[in-house]
């Protein structure tokens, strides 16, 4: 029997971040999950996770223990804490897209009462919660910051398709808007984080150590890239270099690839916002970001000139691209820059076929879901390019993937899944 305790919590958003969250303060706390997505809600009373993080029987086991999934709003009101999980995207301008967490938070506002703690997780820049948020807290509920109504920032470290590095076991930044509340907040995660937790010293300092986590992987994976470009240059095998050097025991093992998804891809804009808002210009965090967005050119012309050296026609050639999400194992397309890698080789004529198999059709845009393929044909491309490595195309194994092509087959194995596999071409 879980322990009951009279808090009352409404978490807004039921994503990747949302979900374990209801879960495991459920065991301790009234919760209440809130998500504006009526399909969401549904498949979730349902034990359905489209995401495939959360197993039906943990979902299960939770609505017993009387958490309640919902967009009614009249549901989360008379919460004693709201935490908001939702969603800080870019737009193509690449500015930060406050539209959901302005949304919640004007959400929250209007049910905010006396004493209550609205802490939010998602990733911003520094400064972002009481120089935004708190603004339309107080606006929506006449009540005063710090006196009325306490904020606190505890930034989401979810690592989509890890299952080792879950919730419980990353150790969790907490803060508060004094230092009262700072202590409550902490003392309210530890229940739930096996790893511990570090309570920052302000709001702000914990903003800026989640947005640098991202912006700090970016940059090194940029160099990366940047490296493997030379060594294409130079024709040397850039994993066999990395190889080598990794043999120091202070090398950074970081690898070249495609830096998509809703993090790494995006966080280091959030940061590079705030700094020219102050007047720095954040050479390279933004030399970084470049690199990175033009990975996907960069890798069709790698392809377009190993065709070349084989004398495969590029035009109606057959292409298959399996993996489609923006990291292994895991269900999400967002920011996937393989897709850029489609989009050009779709207008240069190719016959692309996209196979992932934790994917259905649902998830794409019809431009992209008329391409998708069930299972791949024997003897039949020219090209098969291995954008993710899912852990069901290394149980395919290369002999399986290799009887996809033609007898001139090339084959990129961008994540360098079969290791020294010499028909193989790497990043």
């Known amino acids: 029997m879980y322990l009951r305790k009279k808090n009352k919590i409404s978490i807004i958003g039921l994503g990747y971040v949302g979900l374990p969250l209801a879960i495991e303060f459920n065991k301790y706390h009234n919760v209440i999950g809130y998500d504006i997505n009526q399909q969401r809600i549904f498949d979730l009373n349902n034990f359905l996770d489209i995401n495939n993080e959360m197993r039906s029987i943990n979902i299960k086991k939770a609505i017993r223990n009387n958490l309640i999934f919902t967009n009614d709003e009249s549901k989360i009101s008379n919460s004693s804490i709201y935490i908001i999980t939702v969603p800080t995207p870019i737009y193509k301008n690449k500015k930060p897209n406050l539209t959901a967490i302005k949304n919640s938070t004007k959400l929250v506002g209007?049910?905010?009462?006396?004493?209550?703690?609205?802490?939010?997780?998602?990733?911003?820049?520094?400064?972002?919660?009481?120089?935004?948020?708190?603004?339309?807290?107080?606006?929506?509920?006449?009540?005063?910051?710090?006196?009325?109504?306490?904020?606190?920032?505890?930034?989401?470290?979810?690592?989509?398709?890890?299952?080792?590095?879950?919730?419980?076991?990353?150790?969790?930044?907490?803060?508060?808007?004094?230092?009262f509340?700072?202590?409550?907040?902490?003392?309210?995660?530890?229940?739930?984080?096996?790893?511990?937790?570090?309570?920052?010293s302000s709001i702000k300092v914990a903003e800026a150590a989640k947005v640098i986590e991202n912006t700090q992987r970016d940059i090194n994976i940029a160099f990366m890239n940047e490296l493997a470009k030379i060594f294409y240059k130079l024709n040397i095998d850039s994993n066999e270099v990395f190889k080598a050097a990794n043999t120091k025991w202070n090398f950074l093992n970081f690898k070249p690839g495609l830096v998509g998804g809703h993090c790494i891809g995006v966080d280091p804009y959030y940061l590079t916002f705030q700094a020219k808002k102050v007047g720095f210009n954040p050479d390279i965090i933004l030399s970084g970001r470049k690199v990175n967005d033009s990975m996907g050119i960069y890798l069709v012309q790698k392809l377009i000139s190993e065709m070349k050296k084989r004398k495969i026609t590029l035009v109606k050639s057959r292409i298959l691209i399996m993996g489609l999400t923006f990291k292994e194992n895991c269900s999400d397309i967002r920011n996937s820059k393989i897709f850029d890698v489609i989009s050009k080789l779709i207008k240069l004529n190719c016959k692309v076929e996209l196979f992932d198999?934790?994917?259905?059709?649902?998830?794409?845009?019809?431009?992209?879901?008329?391409?998708?393929?069930?299972?791949?044909?024997?003897?039949?491309?020219?090209?098969?390019?291995?954008?993710?490595?899912?852990?069901?195309?290394?149980?395919?194994?290369?002999?399986?993937?290799?009887?996809?092509?033609?007898?001139?087959?090339?084959?990129?194995?961008?994540?360098?899944?079969?290791?020294?596999?010499?028909?193989?071409?790497?990043?």
């Open 110 to 179: 209007n049910l905010l009462e006396k004493n209550n703690i609205v802490i939010y997780e998602s990733t911003v820049y520094p400064g972002l919660i009481e120089e935004i948020c708190v603004p339309i807290l107080r606006k929506q509920s006449g009540l005063k910051y710090n006196l009325d109504f306490f904020c606190g920032y505890s930034p989401e470290r979810i690592n989509p398709g890890d299952t080792n590095h879950s919730l419980k076991n990353i150790v969790k930044i907490t803060s508060g808007s004094n230092s």
């Open 357 to 427: 198999p934790l994917i259905s059709k649902n998830f794409l845009i019809k431009k992209y879901s008329r391409y998708l393929i069930k299972f791949p044909k024997l003897n039949s491309y020219n090209v098969i390019l291995i954008a993710v490595s899912h852990s069901v195309f290394i149980k395919l194994g290369k002999k399986k993937i290799i009887s996809f092509g033609k007898k001139n087959v090339i084959i990129f194995d961008l994540k360098n899944i079969f290791k020294n596999e010499k028909l193989f071409i790497n990043f």
């Open 181 to 200: 509340i700072a202590s409550k907040i902490d003392k309210l995660y530890k229940k739930i984080i096996k790893a511990g937790t570090y309570k920052a």
